[in-house]
């Protein structure tokens, strides 16, 4: 006899979409979708794009064009850029934003191969 595998709870629990709240009255749903995780890999892997254009395309493909005008409206700091692009990640990939935070301090170290010299006496 064949084997009947029921889904259904665990799609409609995986239909419900992630959110990052900006500030108090700013709450946006993070597009989880399959074509944005596609199109996000292939904005990280694009070397010829500047990075400030790959924050502001991964904030709109993940949170929509309204969020990123808010938040461009904040004039924050590159770093609340990068945390936002870093919760929009972790959403897509379903880790959380620690673990996220870890693979980005691990893949800088992993860039950084620079061998300190020692000095000749």
């Keep these: 006899m064949s084997r009947a595998y029921d889904i259904v ?10 959110t990052v709240k900006i500030d108090e009255t700013h709450i946006y749903e993070i597009n989880t979708s399959k074509n944005v995780g596609i199109f996000l890999k292939g904005l990280t892997e694009d070397s010829k794009m500047d990075d400030f254009e790959k924050i502001d395309k991964i904030i709109e493909a993940g949170i929509g064009k309204e969020a990123l005008e808010y938040i461009d409206s904040l004039d924050l700091p590159i770093a609340s850029y990068v945390v936002i692009v870093n919760v929009i990640m972790a959403a897509i990939n ?3 934003l620690e673990e996220i935070e870890e693979m980005e301090v691990e893949s800088t170290n992993k860039n950084n191969n620079f061998r ?6």
């Design 9 to 18: 709870e665990k799609l409609k629990n995986g239909s419900k979409k992630p």
């Design 94 to 96: 379903d880790v959380s």
């Design 116 to 121: 300190k010299k020692k000095r000749r006496k």
